[in-house]
Nanobody, 128 residues
Framework: QVQLVESGGGLVQAGGSLRLSCAASGRTFSNSAVGWFRQAPGKEREFAAS????????FYADSVKGRFTISRDNAKNTVYLEMNSLKPEDTAVYYC?????????????????????WGQGTQVTVSS
């Protein structure tokens, strides 16, 4: 079982930037796609971004496309979410999650049901 720890959240003004990290311990990210999800107060958890095992495929929710960038460093067992031009509506707890994909090197799922391991989350607050 892989353990995931998110970091990098905080309070930022609108228009600012943050970089979230998701570090894996125990089992590595091998053969795994990784996704970022977020949950705002009173709302359902929603997909933000995902990246395939080899990093060749990335997907973004329309709400973050062009502002967020997901990347990974498999040697460090870490996945990143670079968030720019942040808006108050980006305020949420951000979770990373892992989906085992076997030899589907370029598969990056987007449904939360596809992900089997989740971190505890990191709070991102964007003030207006």
């Amino acid at each position: 079982q892989v353990q995931l720890v998110e970091s990098g959240g905080g309070l930022v003004q609108a228009g600012g930037s943050l970089r979230l990290s998701c570090a894996a311990s125990g089992r590595t990210f091998s053969n795994s796609a990784v996704g970022w999800f977020r949950q705002a107060p009173g709302k359902e958890r929603e997909f933000a971004a995902s990246i395939s095992w080899r990093g060749g495929s990335t997907f973004y929710a329309d709400s973050v496309k062009g502002r967020f960038t997901i990347s990974r460093d498999n040697a460090k067992n870490t996945v990143y979410l670079e968030m720019n031009s942040l808006k108050p509506e980006d305020t949420a707890v951000y979770y990373c999650a892992v989906a085992y994909v076997g030899d589907r090197f370029y598969y990056a799922p987007r449904g939360s049901a596809d992900f089997s391991s989740w971190g505890q989350g990191t709070q991102v607050t964007v003030s207006s």
